[in-house]
């Protein structure tokens, strides 16, 4: 096996390669399904959290989600909808009043080639839950100042805002030679990526701390594995294993140094089931996220037989391949935006 | 000539039909000249509007606007920043305090349908100007109430929500048999659109009613003819009649009805210079708005014929077109939102 469906994180991005769109057959919406699982295993948890922790100091009577990263749907709907439904649940028992003349409004966030057509055909919402779609980058400011009450981001931030330069660069001792992913070998390479994962959290942190309300949360969910897990020599495992380790950097480091967050909870999912292994379907759902990436790097002659050879070789490697899909977890992390003044 | 680019108006939609996207030649962004000029004709009013007229009781960090049938762009756009502008230098003149700090969030409103990629990827705003897109139809609400500061709608009102049901039975006395459009000469089928139009206009008004601050501004541009002027004989002529007088009521009792906004000020425009009448030109413009709804009737292959057709004609009949196209104005309507106590 060459490598899996979450390694696209560590190839880095100079620019943006949306999922796939429209109605093929190798779309997001219909290749996400590890994603949706995701989104069901922190329902609790997000509910929870908006029940204890959500604490908007001024009274509203519009509250604003946004989804960074939504991709095309419908995960991002059911998210959204789990939200919505928390936030309406917890004004019900506090006030009678607010929870009656609350509107919401939803902000779907991907970058401007994402696929908002079909997003936008397929919206499941209708007053009083009013969408929108913003796009550009989650690295940069996206609304205006205090404008957001909750902020939610599931799978979207391991991806990296760009390729590091020192491993686009052929002399540096960073140089990523040959490989197309970061490998965990060698010792420049892998700070290279470390620091450009930093930077981009750092960007993303300032940016939503400037958005969020005080007392507005931000909820995050992504890929990783257990700590102690005996990571595989396969690449999948060692980006796993270090995504794991950025993660815990972030939140024991670059998070408490911004100061503009207290860190409410973090922890590791559990999908309740797993599905069984597939070899036709995990590359339908690689192909789904990466195909972008890759047919920039190697054109598009070559996709349709690179994503019918994986699936040969996950069929081939089926024992290694099921083995190394239990060290998987999904990691949640919960934000709160702290008073300016703190 | 059988009809001019401004009857798409009577033709009547019970679904969307989009202007033209994409990069074809036909498309909206390289074909709405005119539409460009009647946003220049109303850049100085609108600022005016704005020094004037715009009352924000409650103070606002954030600027919120919106323009309702946005198109593709690049029209919008212009628009945009023109009230942007015009909103700086009020508040710039106001406090010093609140100018420093004020940021915008710009929503673009349109169908689903409508070529949002296109408008996104091309965006001309960075903070602390703030865009957004918002699918959906301007006769329903769109955003939580009491959020917006200032509606802007250019050319678009004009557009129906369906085809009135009578005029599509074919046993009713206001079956429009055999013509694709609304005809002066029969007064059921007449009184059918003017039913419709005004039916139109309410739910926009009330829908924009709610979505306003109190204080806040709702300017309209769309095509008329000016009193008194004589209607030529062509379907064009009799709509653009029809269209002034419904407006005129709208503005003398639908909107006085609707009795949540003032008229702040209603007037023809003169566009400052009219392009010289060029048949493929206008054969291009009508096109980008209108291809839609004559593919949805006719099918895709009579367009390119059809088109061709009509620029021969036009060709032919440049004195009358002339003639007629120097009856053209375009109306401009300000409205206030009015205290709710009121």
Known sequence: MAFGGETENFMGISKSYPMIGGESAFNYAQNSGYQRGVIDATKNIIAEAITQKLDIKSPTTTFRIADFGCSTGPNTFIAMRNIVEAVELKYQSMQQGIAQTLEFQIYFNDHADNDFSILFKTL?????????????????????????????SSYSLQWLSKVPEEVQDKNSPASNKGEIYCTWTRKEVREAYYSQFKNDWTSFLDARAEELVEGGLMAIQLPGVPHGAVPSQTGAGMLLELLSSCLDDMAKRVIVMNNKFTIERMEFLSQPEKDLFDPILKSLHMRATDEGIIIDHFGTGIVDELFDLLTKELDENRHICENELRTDVDLFVLLKRKSSGR
Not at 125 to 144: D, E, K
């Open 124 to 152: 499941p919402f209708s007053p009083p839950y009013y969408s929108a779609g913003v796009p550009g980058s989650f690295h940069n400011r996206l609304f205006p100042k205090a404008t957001l009450h909750l902020g939610h």
